[in-house]
């Protein structure tokens, strides 16, 4: 079992600037892709970014140039700096680890983008 927590989730005003984290815990040498997805009111769940083990990342059209994706040196947290935030991004941000054969999502963190 892997166990996420996120954290970071704000009220910020448009153009401005947000860094969520995500710690992780439990088999944590099981991790294999780690990446954070939003789900805004009304909508589905969608994928932000993910890095793979090896560091290789992987960006969603809305939010490549403005959002970086990066793990920290345990790889047992993984981080998603955001800038030039808008009122689109407004949403409950997830965190995800993968591992061979489970996928494992942390409760969520809320991004709130004000005009």
């Known amino acids: 079992q892997v166990h996420l927590v996120e954290s970071g989730g704000d009220l910020v005003q448009a153009g401005g600037s947000l860094r969520l984290s995500c710690a992780a815990s439990?088999?944590?040498?099981?991790?294999?892709?780690m990446g954070w997805y939003r789900q805004a009111p009304g909508k589905q769940r969608e994928l932000v970014a993910t890095?793979?083990?090896?560091?290789?990342?992987n960006y969603a059209d809305s939010v490549k140039g403005r959002f970086t994706i990066a793990r920290g040196n345990a790889r047992t947290t993984v981080y998603l700096q955001m800038n030039s935030l808008k009122q689109e991004d407004t949403a409950v941000y997830y965190c995800?680890?993968?591992?061979?054969?489970?996928?494992?999502w942390g409760k969520g963190t809320l991004v709130t983008v004000s005009s």
């Open positions: 439990g088999i944590i040498f099981s991790i294999n892709d």
């Open positions: 890095i793979t083990r090896s560091g290789n990342t």
């Open positions: 995800n680890a993968r591992t061979i054969g489970s996928d494992y």
